[in-house]
């Protein structure tokens, strides 16, 4: 059973379009992180999300967790190719003994 | 300083040969992980470790040896593997936090082939 869902899984899209990628889960995270990783590659830190409601800018990148905590969105704004990678959500709980519980993550891919 | 280094980034074993991945943070954290990463698929955890303790062992099969001989080096024995065992390894860091707000940071990984 996947406790985080992240959607779309893979997404293709032309050099200046929006996107928005899901994380969602039907139980609390005590916080939300956001990577970006590329082939061969570890996973890089875009962010962390800890509040309900909070939203944090990062460029052209939004991310949002959700009030209850439960889900979080990152939105792209002008997709650049420099964009493409492998995007993952993962979330860590209280008591978790610092468990990351990563979702599927969602493969983009940005045209010139 | 966020770096989190692994070495080798890729390595060549045959079956019965032992070999070691190496891991090293120098940030003050106290917990360290090893990931196993298939190809399209994300981090799967292996191994927790907690003020260089072992604090989660995800049922990782035996031929999988972690060490944590300090604070700041993860090591991961290898020994007997199989060719399905061929994957990205992943070496990350993070404060200990129970509460589950510790960030994680992560190396480059090293790309085991097992032949």
């Known amino acids: 059973t996947q406790l985080l869902e992240q959607s779309p899984q893979f997404l293709s899209i032309q050099e200046g379009e929006n996107l928005t990628v899901y994380c969602n889960s039907s139980s609390v995270f005590s916080s939300l992180q956001w990577y970006r990783q590329e082939p061969g590659e570890g996973p890089v830190l875009l962010v962390t999300v800890v509040t309900g409601g909070e939203v944090k800018k990062l460029k052209r990148l939004t991310f949002q967790f959700g009030d209850a905590r439960k889900d979080s969105s990152l939105h792209i704004t002008a997709a650049q190719p420099g964009d493409t990678g492998l995007y993952l959500c993962a979330g860590s709980q209280a008591g978790g003994y610092n468990k990351l519980i990563f979702g599927a993550g969602t493969r983009l891919a940005v045209h010139p | 300083d966020t770096e989190v280094t692994q070495t080798p980034k890729h390595l060549v074993m045959g079956m019965t040969n032992k070999k070691s991945l190496k891991c090293e943070q120098h940030?003050?954290?106290?917990?360290m992980y090893w990931y196993k990463q298939k190809a399209k698929k994300p981090p799967e955890l292996m191994f927790v470790y907690s003020y260089e303790k072992l604090s989660i062992n995800e049922s990782v099969p035996s031929r999988f040896s972690p060490e944590c001989p300090n604070s700041s080096l993860l090591n991961l024995h290898l020994h007997a593997l199989q060719p399905e065992d061929s994957a990205l390894y992943l070496c990350?860091?993070?404060?200990?936090?129970?509460?589950?707000?510790?960030?994680?940071?992560f190396g480059q990984g090293t790309r085991l082939t097992v032949v």
């Open positions: 940030m003050g954290h106290r917990a």
């Open positions: 990350a860091s993070s404060r200990d936090d129970r509460g589950g707000y510790a960030e994680a940071f």
